[in-house]
């Protein structure tokens, strides 16, 4: 039963949490350089997952009231601020020179834990749409079995991130680009949780 409801839960990751591979490689790309980067995407992983299955297990609880559906799509706001943000960030500094000001561009570049943490959060609404009735269709030992898998894989899908994105091809890629891919994903991103959960009408 257990070893069934494992299975299960790899599969349910696998499945709603593979895009994440893409944004954290271009956090991986934003932080290439940076001491720390590693421990900061990866706790900024856990924060925002934590929230996902915090959140799954109080509406299965029926605690709908703490984060009503039509609330979901709202979280798309984070992904498309923080990518406006780096959009402008970049524009400002498209004509710098690249010995000038090395240490602004360095800190500029710092990869947040919250900003990861907000990012994996927000990406979260289908998850929290999958999750609901897995668990409202299993007991509470397969839901622990459930939430402990999840949180293990979290570590591995990180890891399968930094690994991409430090592939030489891949790096080079990310590097020379990542100023403009970084904006443009999480942009993207924002508009499309917003527009698929139908916020402000859209």
Same mark, same amino acid.
């Given at each position: ?55 799954? $297990?109080? $509406? ?28 402008? /960030?970049?524009?400002?500094? /498209? ?9 602004? +561009?360095? @800190?500029? +570049? ?21 999750? $609901? ?28 991130? +930094?690994?991409?994105?430090?592939? /030489?091809?891949?790096? @080079?890629?990310?590097? /020379?680009? @990542? ?11 924002? $508009? ?11």
């Amino acid at each position: 039963m257990i070893f069934s409801s494992v299975l299960q839960a790899i599969g349910l990751f696998l499945a709603t949490n593979i895009d994440d591979i893409i944004v954290l490689s271009l956090f991986f790309a934003r932080g290439a350089g940076q001491r720390g980067t590693t421990a900061r995407i990866l706790v900024g992983q856990y924060l925002g997952f934590a929230g996902i299955l915090g959140a799954s $297990v109080l $509406v299965a609880l029926g605690a709908g009231a703490f984060l009503p559906p039509e609330v979901i799509p709202y979280f798309g706001l984070i992904p498309l601020g923080l990518g406006l943000w780096a959009a402008w /960030r970049a524009w400002r500094n /498209r004509g710098a020179d690249d010995d000038d000001d090395d240490e602004s +561009k360095i @800190e500029s +570049k710092k990869v947040a834990v919250w900003a990861v943490a907000g990012v994996t959060f927000a990406n979260g609404g289908d998850n929290i749409g999958v999750y $609901v009735p897995v668990f409202l269709s299993v007991g509470p030992a397969a839901v622990v079995a459930y939430c402990v898998v999840f949180l293990t894989l979290v570590a591995v899908l990180v890891v399968v991130a +930094k690994f991409i994105a430090t592939r /030489r091809p891949i790096a @080079e890629v990310l590097e /020379r680009w @990542e100023h403009i891919l970084f904006p443009i994903v999480l942009i993207g991103l924002g $508009v499309f949780i917003l527009m698929s959960g139908g916020a402000f009408g859209l």
